[in-house]
């Protein structure tokens, strides 16, 4: 079902709030082979990250926005091209998780890091898209947008914001290895 009323996520906890076309590249593309995390650097909530993407050519999309609070929102399809991480997008799905890099509202902001409810609810979608795409999670197909996209400006995203691999990783693997059908 494609974007506007009555549309469903692909992924079926979460929110559908679309991204407006002219943010992103409607149509058929190749299966995605990886998958890239980013850190928002803004508030605690998903949604105000979805309705930036619903202002007419606002230049970025993602496919998924995950809020502090595990709030996970759709805002592209699986099927279509999310603009998030340059050279990468065609074969790619774009998470954007709700933290902040310490200093990126001013010399005395401390930051944001994940919440650990918003790693489980990461790690529950990265696994179910993995089980989706026939891949393997590993550090090969789950890229940090800084690692992904070699043109960013965003040079120390996710990691920037106290991204924990070692953890997030483990927790991947642990809701790939658990999966017996759930969404």
């Keep these: 079902m494609g974007a506007g009323v009555g549309a469903v996520s692909d ?19 190749p299966a995605y082979s990886l998958i890239v995390i980013h ?5 605690a909530m998903a949604e105000p990250v979805a309705r930036m993407w619903q202002v007419p050519r606002h230049g970025s999309s ?5 809020g502090q609070d595990a ?3 759709q805002c592209v399809r699986l099927a279509d ?25 001013g010399p005395t902001d401390s930051g944001l890091p994940p ?3 918003q790693y489980t609810a990461s790690a529950r979608l990265v696994a179910w898209l993995c089980r989706r795409g026939g891949l393997q999670p590993s550090r090969d197909v789950i890229k ?4 992904a996209d070699a043109k960013t400006t965003h040079t120390r995203c996710p990691d920037g914001c106290g ?17 017996n059908g759930w969404v």
């Excluded at 091209?81 to 509202?105: D, F, K, M």
């Design 163 to 179: 991204w924990d691999w070692d953890r997030y990783m483990a927790l991947v693997q642990d809701e790939y290895n658990a999966w």
């Design 115 to 117: 919440s650990p409810q």
């Design 62 to 66: 993602a496919h998924f926005v995950i």
């Design 81 to 105: 091209t999310a603009w998030h991480a340059h050279s990468v997008n065609g074969a790619s799905v774009g998470i954007e998780h709700c933290a902040r890099t310490p200093g990126e509202l």
């Design 71 to 73: 709030t996970v929102i």
């Design 11 to 29: 992924y079926p906890p979460a929110l559908w709030v679309p991204a407006d076309p002219s943010n992103y590249h409607a149509g058929p593309r």
């Design 39 to 43: 850190c928002s650097d803004g508030r």
């Design 144 to 147: 940090g947008h800084a690692e």
